[in-house]
């Protein structure tokens, strides 16, 4: 809410400071005076030092509109204001206030309205009285508050109170309140107060699922710790309450802090009465005191310099996708890591630690790993040889989950030293092509690998060396066709890289990443993070773009089309991978305007009859209109062993290989009016013929508040570990008010 008094004493005390200006005593209108406009039918001035303006008072200001006042009196000595029959009080894009009395005083900044209206940022509110006190609280009798947004009082809801006592920017404070929904009263509270600057307040959320029963999850949100200034501190008390798991309860702290950064930190428990529900009878049961810790914090003590920290200890490998499946669709396995960067002008270098917390799931831990990135500099001044290098250092630990389905499981460890050193000499042929020429040396070094008794696993130190030489050459081409723009950009890239020296692909696999043959590209280094292989060939391929501006002078990408193929030149004399064309690809995306897109990329091989490697296509038509749609369909089918090398190990083909598969999914949104709209989705398991999850809502949505009721269902599946997740369907409803609607949303996604 907006304060009303003092910005309508602003305009009456400028027009009273302007009145010594005013020679006549009657005037239909007076011209700008000190940039103040005023119109009235006419204007008098009495021997007590009272001015009267009378009749179709207007005041107009660069800021302020008074406007239709039938009488406005004003006394400089004393500082009272009198304004008096359909006052109307505009303030550009913040407040309209309406009534038929104002009384104040700018000098004791006290003051008194009769009964009245005010629409000021996201509230509304009509009062009987209005006291207005030195201190700038404005206390409201027998009044009414809402957020909508309709100039008159037909409200779709409202909280109906003997006092609201408020201050601007500050907090707002409500003596027996009574929500009422279409004029029928349904909640009451002696005492209701809300800061006026921050999203505090309830959240409830009632529904049904299968696994849970009867469930009601609730939040309060309140103030923690909130200064003067920008830095904040708030509390999340989390109680809810599920019939068939029983009672649970958490808290969470979040905090903004100008200097020390941005965070959180929380917990959540509860003792569940169903911990083993539909869980594998051979894998070790859980316990029913069940719990999630976690910590995250974000912070840039320098403009050069940053620190990230996220833990999140769990009691159980499922806690999340029993009791948080918003957290668990996001992210199913936790990830912890805490991570300094210091960014220079020609480098970026940090220390990171990274791993699990504990044995609940498997992974690999860094503790610590330190690195150094050069960026691409030039080695001497005109030279024209372009240096950049790539350096970490760690320790590194296989970790494996206490669920006993690894008890006696190999967990090496090592200590691994990694640099890419490259050189580049960039330069134009013909001032048209561009022609980069390059060679790197990749170095990576092992200590000796343990068990996790110690014991040495019988290999010594490691050295893995690889060789890469190459160029890529491009060439880019403009032209105009109308409205369009057309670029085209053909390039090929050779490549000769040497077969790793002593460790082959995959013989440490629990420590390197290993890209499987969907990401053959990676051949290349196009995401910064590649296994180098042996590899001879060239890659050619062309970049198509089309590109235009709507009517707001936005450029808008129609077309872009990447197509590239690898052709392999020279074999491996060790393996039956031969010469020849071993991998096509595409990247399109497609966009007549902005509410459509259509994009799909993908990998063919051709070898053996031709088969596709992997693709995902999507297509998504009307946002923002009344019906919307988003389609999706991914195939993935890799080959074992890699298409492009074999691995030194056989026995390790189970840890590289992804499982063929076939997902689609798709959602339609339908907005029937102003007032209906309806959404459906689902994602099908096409490979297995398995329907994966269906769902959707009807919502209802009036003037400033909004009904969901929701619905989903969730077949039985297998996980990635073999066990089976039970089936599950549910239902919830949630009311949220529209003026507070985006922190609301986005804490009920994924419901």
């Known amino acids: 809410m907006n304060n009303c008094m003092p910005r309508v004493t602003s305009v009456l005390v400028a027009w009273m400071l302007a009145g010594a200006a005013i020679a006549s005593v009657q ?15 006419r204007m008098e001035i009495d021997s007590n030092g009272w001015r009267h303006a009378i009749g179709n008072v207007s005041i107009h200001t660069a800021d302020h509109d008074l406007q239709h006042a039938d009488k406005v009196d004003f006394n400089k000595d004393t500082g009272e204001v009198h304004a008096r029959g359909h006052i109307i009080l505009v303030q550009k894009d913040q407040l309209r206030w309406s009534g038929d009395s104002l009384d104040y005083n ?3 900044r006290e003051g008194l309205t009769g009964l009245s209206e005010m629409h000021a940022s996201t509230f509304a ?66 005492y209701a107060t809300r800061d006026l600057n921050h999203p505090f307040g309830p959240m409830l959320i009632p529904g049904f699922r299968s696994s849970w029963g009867p469930y009601l999850q609730s939040t309060y949100t309140y103030p923690f710790y909130n200064p003067p200034g920008p830095d904040l501190v708030t509390g999340n008390s989390m109680i809810d309450y599920r019939a068939l798991r029983g009672l649970a309860y958490g808290n969470e702290v ?28 051979n ?27 996220q833990a999140d200890i769990l009691s159980d490998e499922h806690m999340l996708e029993d009791f948080l499946p918003t957290l668990y669709r996001e992210q199913s396995q936790p990830d912890n890591f805490i991570a300094y960067t ?4 020609t480098y970026a270098s940090g220390v990171d630690a990274s791993g699990p917390l504990n044995n609940t799931f498997t992974g690999v831990g860094h503790a610590p790993e330190g690195w150094l990135k050069i960026m691409p500099q030039e080695l001497a001044e005109d030279s024209g040889l372009y240096y950049e290098s790539d350096s970490s250092a760690g320790y590194l630990a296989q970790q494996w989950t206490n669920d006993g389905t690894f008890t006696n499981a190999f967990e090496p460890d090592t200590v691994r030293i990694h640099t890419l050193q490259k050189l580049t000499y960039p330069f134009q042929l013909f001032d048209t092509i561009n ?119 936005i450029t808008r990408t129609v077309f872009d089309w990447d197509v590239f193929v690898a052709y392999r030149v020279g074999g491996q004399s060790d393996t039956n991978v031969g010469n020849g064309l071993c991998m096509e690809g595409w990247d399109l995306t497609y966009r007549p305007d902005r509410d459509v897109k259509f994009r799909t990329e993908g990998l063919y091989d051709p070898k053996d009859g031709g088969r596709l490697d992997q693709s995902d296509t999507r297509v998504t038509f009307g946002e923002g209109r009344d019906w919307s749609f988003d389609v999706d369909y991914f195939t993935s089918d890799p080959v074992n062993p890699d298409t492009l090398n074999t691995l030194a190990d056989q026995s390790l083909i189970p840890y590289y290989s992804l499982d063929p ?20 989705f689902t994602r099908y398991d096409v490979k297995g013929t398995q329907l994966s999850e269906v769902g959707g809502y009807v919502q209802y949505e009036l003037d400033c508040i909004a009904f969901r009721l929701m619905s989903g269902y969730t077949p039985a599946y297998t996980r990635t570990d073999n066990t089976r997740g039970a089936a599950n369907y549910s239902v919830a409803f949630m009311v949220w008010v529209k003026a507070f609607q985006t922190g609301y949303l986005e804490k009920m996604q994924g419901w």
């Open 661 to 680: 598969a076939r997902l689609a999914s798709f959602s339609v949104t339908h907005r029937i009016n102003s007032i209906w709209s309806a959404n459906l």
């Open 435 to 553: 022609v980069v020429p390059r060679a790197a040396y990749d170095y990576t070094f092992y200590s000796h690998l343990r068990d996790a008794a110690g014991a040495n696993d019988g290999r010594t130190n490691e050295v893995r060396s690889v060789f890469e030489f190459g160029t890529e050459a491009s060439v880019k081409w403009f032209a105009n066709y109308g409205e369009y723009r057309h670029i085209i950009e053909p390039y090929l890239d050779y490549a000769i890289i040497t077969s790793p020296y002593n460790v082959k692909p995959g013989q440490n696999y629990f420590f390197d990443r290993v890209d499987g043959p969907r990401e053959w590209s990676d051949q290349f280094g196009l995401d910064g993070n590649y296994e180098p292989r042996q590899w001879d060939g060239v890659r050619p391929g062309v970049r198509n773009t089309v590109q235009t501006k709507d009517a707001d002078g």
């Open 27 to 41: 005037t239909e209108q007076i011209p700008l005076v000190n940039n103040l406009d005023i119109k009235a039918d």
């Open 254 to 281: 979040d905090w903004t802090q100008e200097e020390w950064g941005n965070g959180h930190i929380g917990f959540y428990v509860t003792h569940d009465l169903l911990p083993n529900k539909n869980e594998d009878p």
């Open 106 to 108: 700018y000098i004791t």
């Open 283 to 309: 894998l070790p049961p859980i316990d029913p005191n069940r719990y999630r810790l976690y910590l995250q914090h974000e912070a840039n003590p320098t403009p050069t310099d940053q620190v990230l920290v």
């Open 125 to 190: 509110y009509t009062a009987m009285e209005t006291h207005v006190d030195s201190n700038g609280m404005k206390r409201l009798l027998h009044a009414r508050l809402t957020t909508c947004n309709k100039t008159n009082t037909d409200w779709d809801y409202w909280i109906a109170a003997s006092e609201i006592d408020f201050r601007e920017h500050d907090r707002v404070t409500i003596y027996n309140p009574i929500w009422y929904f279409e004029g029928v009263p349904f909640f009451y509270l002696p």
């Open 342 to 345: 210091h960014r220079g002008l």
